[in-house]
């Protein structure tokens, strides 16, 4: 495998650190990636050196003490992606708060192996004899594409309930099976999820839903019990035997995606989301994204996409005008995609759809979306004053243009002329 920047800080930390006379590894993800082929995002190093110890190495300057008292140390790297966070092996004392322990013991390796979440990401590597350090089964369950949580699922899982989803996205991320013993533990457990900040589950979903395998992850959240606790509007989709169709044309949908964006496979997840109208339908997606604490910017393209899920339907005998706004809007790619998702779940003919990327491929970008042969400045000086009027007269000037009645300013002047008297 090519040796990457990161790699190679990583590597020079384990150097230093042993030269110190200190034992140091690489920790987790970092593990399970290298032993699959895979580039790592990023490198841990564990070590026996204390925190302390570990920046007086380093230097101060080089090292931000940003979680000491558990033991963790950042030491920078040349660029902010190269900065490798540095533990101190340890053990931990009860997580009091389902998140973070109450205290921490400095250890061993093998110990610190055992405190871990799942054994594919309880190993250790030695980057400079290539060892592999494996106290927990990690490799066996690599090979077996296996997703187990270390020892004890329940207890586990009531460490940091945030491991409920986690497993769930190392088993759909990798597309391994999630270990029987430790599915249902998840089940068991699903409703305590709600005791994790929205941030974090929302964290966890967004690296689902724009991962290639979403459909399978929600296919797990689902039937593990996380997603009706997560998203309690769905569960009728599944719950209620005349909506089960819906709920399976909802995973084939998320299957047929093919470009990556998160807000589109969301709006995709909400797409039959049980409403009494269409009014209803946009309220509760708007609760559901403010009760998971997405950005303004998210929750506006997720509701405009559920919102014109029908708009192209019929396009073929749209005025040029409503057919071109629509094409030209920033977020079009993506309302193609989701009703292209949404017609082949349902088996549908795409001939609309069709139309409209035919049209909007092959139409100039200066005919789809023209420069307007008006402004607001132009109805000032032609002494129309702002108010309800002046909207309306720049948007039948634009529907003119780009019906492609007018095709000069001349010819835009005449028009206002004629609006503003009648």
Avoid at 164 to 191: C, G, H, K, P, Y
Avoid at 267 to 273: E, G, I, N, V, Y
Avoid at 389 to 399: A, H, R, W
Wanted: aromatic share 8%; net charge negative; glycine share 4%.
């Amino acid at each position: 495998m090519k040796q990457t920047e990161p790699y190679k800080v990583a590597l020079d930390i384990v150097r230093k650190l042993r030269n110190a006379g200190y034992q140091a590894l690489w920790a987790g993800g970092c593990v399970r990636d290298l032993l699959l082929g895979k580039k790592p995002q990023d490198y841990d190093v564990a070590t026996n050196a204390l925190p302390d110890e570990v920046r007086n190495l380093f230097g101060k300057r080089q090292t931000l003490a940003v979680g000491a008292s558990f033991g963790v140390i950042i030491v920078r790297g040349p660029h902010s992606d190269c900065d490798v966070e540095v533990a101190t092996f340890r053990s931990e004392g009860p997580y009091l708060d389902g998140r973070r322990p109450e205290h921490v013991t400095f250890t061993t390796a093998e110990e610190d192996a055992h405190r871990r979440d799942f054994t594919i990401n309880g190993m250790f590597y030695d980057p400079l004899t290539e060892s592999v350090y494996d106290y927990v089964g990690g490799q066996s369950d690599l090979n077996q594409q296996i997703i187990r949580a270390i020892g004890n699922p329940l207890k586990r899982m009531q460490e940091d309930k945030l491991r409920l989803l986690r497993a769930i996205r190392f088993a759909s991320t990798l597309q391994f099976r999630l270990d029987q013993v430790t599915f249902e533990a998840i089940q068991t457990m699903a409703n305590e999820i709600c005791v994790v900040s929205p941030e974090r589950i929302s964290g966890e979903l967004r690296k689902m839903l724009l991962h290639p395998n979403r459909s399978y992850a929600i296919e797990l959240v689902q039937s593990s019990e996380l997603l009706k606790s997560i998203i309690p509007e769905l569960a009728p989709l599944w719950e209620d035997s005349e909506k089960q169709p819906l709920w399976d044309q909802t995973l084939l949908r998320l299957k047929g995606l093919t470009l990556i964006n998160f807000e589109l496979s969301f709006a995709t997840l909400l797409l039959d989301l049980p409403h009494e109208d269409s009014t209803h339908q946009l309220d509760i997606i708007h609760d559901i994204c403010k009760r998971l604490r997405f950005s303004n910017h998210e929750t506006s393209l997720i509701y405009w996409l559920i919102q014109h899920r029908n708009s192209l339907e019929s396009a073929p005998s749209f005025k040029l005008s409503r057919l071109k706004r629509l094409l030209a809007h920033k977020n079009c790619p993506y309302l193609i995609e989701l009703v292209k998702a949404d017609l082949t779940s349902q088996k549908q003919p795409l001939d609309d759809l069709e139309f409209c990327c035919q049209y909007r491929d092959h139409t100039p970008t200066e005919v789809l979306n023209p420069p307007p042969l008006i402004t607001g400045n132009d109805l000032i000086e032609f002494g129309i004053k702002s108010g309800p009027e002046f909207k309306e007269l720049l948007t039948k000037i634009q529907d003119a243009q780009l019906d492609e009645i007018i095709h000069t300013k001349e010819e835009a002047f005449a028009l206002l002329s004629r609006l503003h008297r009648d």
